[in-house]
């Protein structure tokens, strides 16, 4: 087959959920399948790694992207006579022109369940051009069960038409020596106390106030002087945030380190007491998996996708009710028992999650679109 992928997404969106999404499925693609031609479409300087017999890379133009997609895309696909040509980046960018096989991955369809969270530009543009998205789509590739019955139930797309490839936590994520990464974030963050973390967005879907709001209600029973972290860019809800901190009377005891390098993140999950993830919405939601490869006990929300992909290795909460959040709260950093039996069955929970696994799922879902929908 001759495959295409709109890789531009792999820099574009650096640092979140698609961007990590689109970096590791073609570098584990290539790894995996040495008999496909691949034809990445790319932004950046970071590409020769890529290079190999079975791969071309086309450089394409942020600052003319619309060019690229109406375009320039659309003519090569053609007269490459691509087999199929895949959008990991919710399929935005794919037009209605087509001369082989589209697949495009819809991680979640945030801005039609919550669009109060999404910022008005790509709220815009994806409520316009999603319609045309899944009209021009052959298959949808999505990243869990919840995902699907939401695309099903929006779209009205046939079940068959649909395939589901869990994510993964990246092999960078693994138990490492305690008390050395404690000694890390000390030395780098200047984060001297057992610490609760959380890591992520700022906006009110991922419900980061509540978390500072079950802290407030226990701190003072507690047998240790906890911290609270929270790591992400200073965006959306950030200064909200700051300000509740002030108001409850803790705001001495939460850090905000704000970005936080790809590769500094595992010393947090394994130097943190406990890992939470509140959040009201979630396509997937890498976080609590990653948290989990860590072997970092984990309290995290029973709504959404996030129940399907932590199983029995997390606390699942009530994100509505701080109260709930609170007991859970206080009981994984009270009870060393708890902790630790919660840890481990987090661990055991994440090794069932990989990105060779979702590579080779995506070969499949290629494999079978190009038998079903060949010339």
């Known amino acids: 087959m001759r495959i295409a992928i709109d890789a531009r997404g792999a820099n574009w969106y650096s640092g979140t959920g698609i961007g990590t999404y689109t970096r590791e499925i073609i570098k584990n693609l290539l790894k995996y399948d040495t008999t496909n031609q691949y034809n990445l479409y790319w932004w950046g300087t970071n590409y020769r790694s890529l290079y190999n017999e079975n791969v071309n ?39 209605p022109q087509k001369s082989c096989i589209n697949i495009s991955t819809i991680h979640d369809l945030i801005p039609y369940i919550m669009p109060e969270t ?82 992520g967005g700022f906006s009110p879907r991922k419900n980061v106030k509540s ?55 595992p010393y947090f999950y394994n130097s943190c007491s406990v890992f939470v993830y509140p959040s009201l919405y979630e396509g997937f939601g890498l976080p609590p998996l990653e948290a989990m490869s860590c072997r970092a006990p984990v309290i995290t929300s029973n709504v959404s996708s996030i129940p399907e992909v932590v199983g029995d290795g997390a606390v699942l909460i009530n994100p509505f009710d701080t109260e709930e959040f609170k007991a859970a709260l206080e009981k994984v950093l009270e009870d060393s028992s708890v902790s630790n039996e919660l840890a481990e069955k987090g661990y055991i929970r994440s090794k069932e999650f990989s990105w060779e696994k979702t590579a080779a799922n995506t070969l499949r879902v290629y494999e079978d679109a190009f038998e079903r929908f060949k010339k």
């Open 57 to 95: 890379i086309t450089m394409a133009s942020k600052k003319h992207h619309k060019f690229f997609e109406e375009i320039f895309i659309p003519m090569n696909l053609k007269n490459k006579s691509t087999d199929i040509y895949h959008v990991p980046q919710n399929g935005i960018g794919l037009t």
């Open 211 to 265: 978390i500072l709001l079950a802290f407030s209600r226990i701190y003072k029973n507690l047998s240790k002087d906890y911290r609270i972290v929270i790591l992400g860019p200073s965006k959306d809800e950030h200064t909200f945030l700051i300000k509740l901190c002030e108001s409850l009377g803790i705001e001495g005891m939460v850090h905000f380190p704000g970005y936080v390098p790809n590769e500094h993140l």
């Open 118 to 199: 999404v910022g008005k530009g790509y709220l815009k543009r994806f409520i316009s051009q999603m319609p045309q998205i899944i009209q021009s789509s052959d298959i949808l590739i999505t990243v869990s069960e919840f995902s699907k019955k939401d695309i099903m139930r929006i779209f009205d797309m046939p079940e068959d038409r649909i395939k589901v490839t869990p994510l993964a936590a990246d092999s960078i994520f693994m138990p490492l020596d305690r008390e050395y990464t404690k000694k890390f974030v000390k030395d780098n963050y200047n984060i001297k106390n057992d610490f609760i973390l959380y890591l």
